[in-house]
């Protein structure tokens, strides 16, 4: 029954926070996710409201550098976050 509760709760969080930062509904059926996949999509969506900030206090912090110096370089590879969710990087070009 808390399950279900959780699954409620965490489906009508995800559908606000997709509409809040899109601008638009999705018709997505995000009743058919289980509590795990609903969990990792609001993840995604905490990660990418998270880097969208980062990336507009660069733009205040540095008002003539040109957008492609804001956003993370597009040299770096981002693996899989680990358990413990540290992020890890390594640099794309390979031998």
């Known amino acids: ?3 279900e509760y959780e699954k409620r709760h965490l489906v009508d969080w995800l559908r606000a926070e997709m509409t809040r930062q899109a601008g638009r509904r999705y ?3 995000l009743e058919s996710l289980d509590l ?3 969990r990792e999509l609001q993840r ?3 990660d990418l409201a998270d880097e969208a900030q980062r990336t507009a206090q660069r733009a205040r912090m540095f008002p003539g550098a040109h957008h492609s110096q804001l956003i993370p370089s597009p ?3 981002y693996e899989p976050m680990h358990p413990d969710r540290q992020a890890t990087f390594t640099s794309a070009a390979r031998p």
């Open 1 to 3: 029954m808390a399950t």
């Open 27 to 29: 018709l997505i059926d």
């Open 75 to 77: 040299f770096v590879c």
């Open 44 to 46: 995604l969506l905490r």
């Open 36 to 38: 795990k996949n609903l």
